[in-house]
């Protein structure tokens, strides 16, 4: 089956520490995303990649760092830098060759840092 | 900057009946509009995309319509089910879809 596949489900750190949570995806697809959700707020824009060896930050790149070295896998990183790290994290891809395509998620890793 | 809005009260219905979910946005009109789906602890999974010069989309007992005067989309699930509860995210895309922004989401109860 064709898919987004997040590891681990659940992270715990301690403060301080750096993480990186994986994102993997099988679809072909050209572009991938990591969003960031919050009780009662909507999906926040971390990083995105529209290319092969080439991303964007989002609207809350600070703290966070992300590589695109193959077109199946973006890794982020969460760093020490960022100020409340404790969420669910979100991955996702798209196919960017359509127009209108929708996005394609994985099932999220949760990360909490005490 | 762009505001989605989306009640953030939950929505509890009766199964069968009809669930309305509202989703409002500020400024400018998106190029189009999407739902998607997120059960607890899961990630989001689309569902219905509308385009700005669409007034309404169906599929199956789903029903999607943009009024770009109002600055609203609506969501409607018919016959709804126990398993429709859920939490629904409006999401509009502005610029060559790679801009998606995503309201915080309605959830939805649907009782037996």
């Known amino acids: 089956d064709g898919g987004i596949t997040q590891s681990p489900k659940y992270l715990f750190r301690k403060e301080g520490q750096n993480v990186t949570l994986s994102c993997e995806q099988n679809?072909?697809?050209?572009?991938m995303y990591w969003y960031r959700q919050d009780p009662g707020q909507g999906l926040r824009l971390i990083y995105y990649s529209q290319i092969v060896n080439d991303f964007q930050k989002g609207d809350i790149a600070e703290g966070y760092s992300v590589s695109r070295e193959k077109k199946e896998s973006f890794p982020l990183t969460v760093t020490s830098a960022q100020k409340n790290p404790t969420a669910f994290y979100l991955c996702?891809?798209?196919?960017?060759?359509?127009?209108?395509?929708?996005?394609?998620f994985g099932n999220g890793t949760r990360l909490t840092v005490t | 900057s762009q505001k989605i809005e989306q009640n953030s009260e939950a929505l509890n219905i009766q199964e069968g009946k009809t669930a309305t979910l509202t989703c409002n946005y500020t400024?400018?009109?998106?190029?189009?509009l999407q739902w998607y789906r997120q059960d607890p602890g899961r990630g989001p999974v689309f569902l219905l995309l509308?385009?700005?010069?669409?007034k309404e989309k169906r599929k199956e007992r789903l029903k999607v319509t943009f009024d770009t005067t109002l600055k609203q989309s609506l969501f409607h699930i018919t016959a709804s089910q126990p398993a429709d509860s859920a939490t629904y995210l409006c999401a509009p895309s502005y610029t060559g879809g790679f801009k998606t922004i995503f309201g915080a989401g309605t959830r939805l109860f649907v009782k037996a």
């Open positions: 400024n400018y009109s998106p190029a189009y």
């Open positions: 996702a891809s798209m196919n960017g060759r359509r127009d209108n395509s929708p996005l394609h």
């Open positions: 509308i385009r700005e010069n669409e």
């Open positions: 679809l072909n697809h050209d572009a």
